[in-house]
Nanobody, 127 residues
Framework: QVHLVESGGGLVQAGGSLRLSCSAS????????MGWFRQAPGKEREFVAA????????HYADSVEGRFTLSRDDAQNTVYLQMNSLKPEDAAIYFC????????????????????WGQGTQVTVSS
């Protein structure tokens, strides 16, 4: 089982940027497809972005497309979520998740597909 730890959250003004990191340990990182989800107060947890095991395919929620970029560095066992042009509605707890992927190019936007989750990191965006 891979263990995930998120970092990089914080307070930023609207229009600003943050980079979230998710570090993995305890497993073979390159075997996992990765995803980010977020949950705002009083709302359901929602999909943000996913990246395939190979890193060759990324998929984004419509709400973040063009502003967020997900990448992975298998040598560092880390995925990065670069968030630009942040909006107040982006404020949430952001969770990293991992799923063991059989194929190099599979990914998923479904929470149920992920078996390992981090504790989350808070992102606050001031208007």
């Amino acid at each position: 089982q891979v263990h995930l730890v998120e970092s990089g959250g914080g307070l930023v003004q609207a229009g600003g940027s943050l980079r979230l990191s998710c570090s993995a340990s305890g497993g073979t990182f390159s075997r996992y497809a990765m995803g980010w989800f977020r949950q705002a107060p009083g709302k359901e947890r929602e999909f943000v972005a996913a990246i395939s095991r190979s890193g060759g395919i990324t998929h984004y929620a419509d709400s973040v497309e063009g502003r967020f970029t997900l990448s992975r560095d298998d040598a560092q066992n880390t995925v990065y979520l670069q968030m630009n042009s942040l909006k107040p509605e982006d404020a949430a707890i952001y969770f990293c998740a991992a799923r063991s992927a059989i194929t190099a190019f599979s990914y998923s936007s479904s929470q149920n597909a992920y078996s390992n989750w981090g504790q989350g990191t808070q992102v606050t965006v001031s208007s």
